[in-house]
């Protein structure tokens, strides 16, 4: 049996781009591009970048919603990269996501009860009695109202509706959740009370999280280990303490310099990245953002960096980054 829960060995996920009168494949977008990720079990797993860095991409293929164009990823040290829909069936239990906008996945004309007593039902779980009871119990203990359970989905508020999503999401009892921005979409202050949610649900059952965000300071509250993407790619990877009070990466440093500080009397000096992120059709040679990099140099712009240990002899566990300045 593996130490990890989950892993992701140089995945890609390439989609195609057909044009012309004939629909003839003129590209394709590189959404992933060669991403490695290891998941340990009841461990949480940051992944942030800006819109469009492939972060939902790569939750999706990791559940195998999407097709993998390379690579593998193993569940429980078990290849699920090639398996059929009906192999997979048995796994989807254990593999579940919270999507980003709780209205869109919750089926308007469903009842609440009828939503969360579907998963049971496909995965055959118990008698009518028996499902009927857990769904009363999966209301309440994401802290809705049983009385409700008769309710449609647009009788409830964003936060009341993201916290059926999540009891959707652990209605099969799962190991892995992918959480897909779960709380963008949620006044700020909603936003506390649903990660904190999820993480007394993580500590009661066990979950183990890939949390998907573009929100650093919503990462570091939630997450022990911490990807940073960039147009397809991992441009760094470390713990979450390490991430913030000591980033490598130009781009990391960047995302960091933007988060906001709660004090007007402490100046916090900005980093600004200049130019528009280039787009996945077409990436840049060398160094993916050496055309917005600050710093780059002409190394940057032939050689592609490799995302790897900063340092031997450094004090923290692992810390891995993609830049030849930090590299060199």
Request: charged residues 25%.
């Amino acid at each position: 049996m593996s130490d990890y829960l989950l892993e992701a060995r140089n995945i890609k996920i390439h989609f195609p781009v057909y044009g012309g009168i004939f629909r003839r494949k003129v590209g394709k977008v590189y959404a992933v591009d060669g991403v490695s990720l290891k998941v340990k079990k009841s461990e949480t797993i940051g992944l942030v970048g800006e819109s469009g860095c492939g972060k939902t991409t790569i939750g999706r293929a990791l559940l195998k919603l999407y097709n993998l164009t390379e690579g593998n990823v193993l569940f429980e040290g078990e290849d699920i990269s090639r398996l059929s829909d009906k192999k997979m069936r048995p796994l989807r239990r254990n593999m579940q996501m919270i999507f980003q906008d709780p209205f869109e996945s919750l089926d308007a004309r469903q009842t609440i009860g009828d939503i969360l007593e579907e998963p049971l039902i496909i995965h055959k779980f118990g008698s009518l009695q028996s499902r009927r009871k857990e769904v009363l119990n999966l209301l309440s203990r994401v802290g809705i109202p049983q009385s409700a359970v008769n309710r449609f989905p647009h009788e409830f508020s964003g936060g009341q509706r993201q916290r059926i999503g999540i009891a959707r999401s652990i209605a099969l009892k799962p190991k892995l959740i992918v959480c897909d921005e779960p709380v963008s979409a949620l006044d700020v202050s909603i936003q506390s009370q649903i990660l904190n949610l999820l993480l007394d649900l993580q500590s009661e059952m066990n979950l183990t999280y890939i949390f998907i965000a573009h929100d650093l300071a919503v990462v570091k509250h939630i997450s022990d280990n911490i990807a940073v993407m960039y147009l397809g790619k991992i441009v760094e990877y470390a713990d979450a303490d390490a991430t913030y009070e000591n980033p490598l990466h130009p781009y990391t440093k960047a995302l960091i310099s933007a988060i906001p500080v709660p004090d007007p009397f402490v100046k916090n000096k900005r980093t600004i990245l200049y130019g528009d992120v280039p787009s996945p059709l077409n990436p840049p040679s060398g160094c993916r953002f050496h055309t917005r990099c600050p710093v780059a140099f002409d190394r940057c712009r032939i050689d592609e960096p490799e995302l790897k240990q900063v340092a031997a002899g450094s004090e923290v566990k692992e810390h891995l980054a993609a830049c030849h300045l930090v590299n060199s």
